[in-house]
């Protein structure tokens, strides 16, 4: 079992840039599906960014070349640095990991992109 907790979102002018991190309960050296989805009003919820069973990384097209996905094991951290933010980058970001067949989820947090 791990619990996720995420964090670092607020609201960014159109052009800037966030880093969300989300911290987990537990060690994540061996967890080696983590990624980050995102939901905006009104939407479905849609992957953005994943660390692969693999170890490679994955992103959604919407946001290549803008989002980076990395993680601290050290710190038990999962992140996601957002660049060139755009209106359409607003909403509430949830950290996943995948353990042993099992989905966690945290609460996420809300990204505003506005003038």
């Known amino acids: 079992q791990v619990q996720l907790v995420e964090s670092g979102g607020g609201l960014v002018q159109p052009g800037g840039s966030l880093r969300l991190s989300c911290a987990a309960s537990?060690?994540?050296?061996?967890?080696?599906?983590m990624s980050w989805y995102r939901q905006a009003p009104g939407k479905q919820r849609e992957l953005v960014a994943v660390?692969?069973?693999?170890?490679?990384?994955k992103y959604a097209d919407s946001v290549n070349g803008r989002f980076t996905i990395s993680r601290d094991n050290a710190k038990n951290t999962l992140y996601l640095e957002m660049n060139s933010l755009k209106p359409e980058d607003t909403a509430v970001y949830s950290c996943?990991?995948?353990?042993?067949?099992?989905?966690?989820w945290g609460k996420g947090t809300l990204v505003t992109v506005s003038s």
């Open positions: 996943h990991a995948k353990v042993y067949g099992v989905n966690y």
């Open positions: 537990r060690s994540i050296s061996t967890i080696y599906a």
């Open positions: 660390f692969t069973s693999g170890g490679s990384t």
